[in-house]
């Protein structure tokens, strides 16, 4: 595809799994933006390409995904996602309609995170580094529960916002993006959590059939699944 505002391709980098990475990957799927993708492994071998990023002196807060620009690296996913949106026309212009955005870009987030705080033990060592704990004891059924009763609760916060499309209607944005794959995410995790909320359901089916989106939703890579959390998770289907 034709690059815009870009001189070279952009280069995001995250885990070779759908993660928080998802949503921006999705974004430059859809966009005329060029883009070569650093998918790392999940393993030693991975987590060694990513130390020479971390490392890197002009990496300003280390962090994983990443976003290469030119001379810039850019982290935290809803960093990228804005810089993205702004260069492939996702980002609104009216005040307004930034604002709604940003609210439910912050909400997605906040259910995300407490996907992730269910879903991964944190009392197991994964890195040679990393403190360990004799007493502490992960309870992923209580917490699973917990997640659950949380997002029958803001379901029904989202269903009105999406009476009429997408988030702003017939415009799309960044926070489309950052809602449809966080959402899939849920649906996976608790299928039943969906049932009867039909704008939110049609939401993602009209995702799904954007430009970019449906190519590579027909695609091998897609077909064969893709890991939501990495292994080491108590949960991380694919």
Same mark, same amino acid.
């Given at each position: 595809?034709?690059?815009?505002?870009?001189?070279?391709?952009?280069?995001?980098? @995250?885990?070779?799994? =759908?993660?928080?990475?998802?949503?921006?990957?999705?974004?430059?799927?859809? +966009?005329?933006?060029?883009? %070569?993708?650093?998918?790392?492994? *999940?393993?030693?071998?991975?987590?060694?390409?990513?130390?020479? @990023?971390?490392?890197?002196?002009?990496?300003? *807060?280390?962090?994983?995904?990443?976003?290469? #620009?030119?001379?810039?690296?850019?982290?935290?996913?809803?960093?990228?996602?804005?810089? *993205?949106?702004?260069?492939?026309?996702?980002?609104?212009?009216?005040?307004?309609?930034?604002?709604?955005? %940003?609210?439910?870009?912050?909400?997605? $987030?906040?259910? =995300?995170?407490?996907?992730?705080?269910?879903?991964?033990?944190?009392?197991?060592? &994964?890195?040679?580094?990393?403190?360990? !704990?004799?007493?502490?004891?992960?309870?992923?059924?209580?917490?699973?529960?917990? /997640?659950?009763?949380?997002?029958? %609760? =803001?379901?029904?916060?989202?269903?009105?916002?999406?009476?009429?499309?997408?988030?702003?209607?017939?415009?799309? !944005? @960044?926070?489309? /993006?950052?809602?449809?794959?966080?959402?899939?995410?849920?649906?996976? &995790? +608790?299928? #039943? +959590?969906?049932?009867?909320?039909?704008?939110?359901?049609?939401? $993602?089916?009209?995702?799904?059939?954007?430009?970019? *989106?449906?190519?590579?939703?027909?695609?091998?890579? @897609?077909?064969?699944?893709?890991?939501?959390?990495?292994?080491?998770?108590?949960? /991380?289907?694919?």
């Amino acid at each position: 595809s034709s690059g815009i505002n870009a001189e070279w391709p952009l280069r995001p980098g @995250y885990w070779d799994l =759908r993660g928080l990475g998802e949503p921006i990957r999705y974004m430059l799927r859809y +966009s005329d933006l060029e883009w %070569e993708e650093e998918r790392l492994t *999940v393993g030693m071998e991975g987590y060694g390409t990513w130390l020479k @990023y971390r490392d890197a002196p002009d990496m300003v *807060v280390p962090n994983l995904p990443f976003l290469v #620009d030119g001379d810039k690296k850019i982290s935290q996913t809803l960093a990228i996602a804005r810089h *993205v949106a702004r260069k492939a026309g996702l980002m609104p212009s009216d005040a307004d309609d930034l604002l709604l955005c %940003e609210m439910v870009e912050q909400e997605i $987030m906040d259910l =995300r995170g407490r996907l992730t705080t269910t879903c991964y033990d944190p009392y197991k060592v &994964f890195l040679p580094d990393a403190p360990k !704990s004799e007493t502490g004891k992960h309870d992923f059924e209580h917490l699973k529960a917990a /997640f659950i009763k949380r997002l029958n %609760e =803001r379901l029904p916060k989202l269903e009105p916002l999406f009476a009429k499309g997408f988030l702003l209607g017939d415009k799309l !944005s @960044y926070a489309d /993006f950052l809602v449809y794959e966080f959402l899939d995410q849920f649906k996976n &995790f +608790s299928p #039943d +959590s969906f049932n009867g909320f039909d704008n939110v359901n049609t939401f $993602m089916e009209k995702f799904e059939g954007l430009k970019g *989106v449906k190519e590579w939703q027909q695609g091998e890579t @897609y077909k064969a699944g893709q890991n939501i959390n990495a292994p080491i998770a108590v949960w /991380f289907k694919k």
